[in-house]
T-cell receptor, first 115, second 116 residues
Framework: KAGVTQTPRYLIKTRGQQVTLSCSPISGHRSVSWYQQTPGQGLQFLFEYFSETQRNKGNFPGRFSGRQFSNSRSEMNVSTLELGDSALYLC??????????????FGPGTRLLVL | AQTVTQSQPEMSVQEAETVTLSCTYDTSESDYYLFWYKQPPSRQMILVIRQEAYKQQNATENRFSVNFQKAAKSFSLKISDSQLGDAAMYFCAYRRGETSGSRLTFGEGTQLTVNP
């Protein structure tokens, strides 16, 4: 099976712009979670989607949003970018239900640089 | 809220030797899962090992094993016969039980260096 894929792998944006990141989960996985990784804050949970519904949300401002499509692919959007949004954004997928160990598998990440 | 603490920012080990990485967590839940993930320089997060809290037996995966002490809320990772490819950042992660979604809470990470 193909792993989790994320596009694009690298992005450079300027303050005030918006950005959309994409994540395609492992085939058959219905849950997609997003994490932000920075040197200062470490790995922080953004949100989780399951069957097109947001199931969990982390402590991030409303500028961060996401959605999930019927094929389980997910996008996250950051509007009005700030310098502090520079980070590695990781997507993880899991079966989401019925798997006793609920393991998440991660994609390679999208590195976002805001100038 | 659950918290995960890794008190060793950096560790080093000689090739072929054994090293133990520490992790403690705080939770009031009785049903949860614990994981160790490895993040090499490529930044790809790779699952190393997982442990269900309801299982008393410590999980093992080849050269990797855990020491799960539920009462002490401790979850350490032992790497035996260390290899150069084991060099990476290691993260301990916590997940609540079955009905709580897939949200992971991570520790700060331990940077492991393997010396030839």
């Amino acid at each position: 099976k193909a792993g989790v894929t994320q596009t694009p792998r690298y992005l450079i944006k300027t303050r005030g712009q918006q950005v959309t990141l994409s994540c395609s989960p492992i085939s058959g996985h219905r849950s997609v979670s997003w994490y932000q990784q920075t040197p200062g804050q470490g790995l922080q949970f953004l949100f989780e989607y399951f069957s097109e519904t947001q199931r969990n949300k982390g402590n991030f401002p409303g500028r961060f949003s996401g959605r999930q499509f019927s094929n389980s692919r997910s996008e996250m959007n950051v509007s009005t970018l700030e310098l502090g949004d520079s980070a590695l954004y990781l997507c993880a997928s899991s079966l989401g239900a019925g798997e006793p160990r609920k393991t998440q598998y991660f994609g390679p990440g999208t590195r976002l640089l805001v100038l | 809220a659950q918290t995960v603490t890794q008190s060793q920012p950096e560790m080093s080990v000689q090739e072929a030797e054994t090293v133990t990485l520490s992790c403690t967590y705080d939770t009031s839940e009785s049903d949860y899962y614990l994981f160790w993930y490895k993040q090499p320089p490529s930044r790809q997060m790779i699952l190393v090992i997982r442990q269900e809290a309801y299982k008393q037996q410590n999980a093992t995966e080849n050269r990797f094993s855990v020491n799960f002490q539920k009462a002490a809320k401790s979850f350490s990772l032992k790497i035996s016969d260390s290899q150069l490819g084991d060099a990476a950042m290691y993260f301990c992660a916590y997940r609540r039980g079955e009905t709580s979604g897939s949200r992971l809470t991570f520790g700060e990470g331990t940077q492991l260096t393997v010396n030839p």
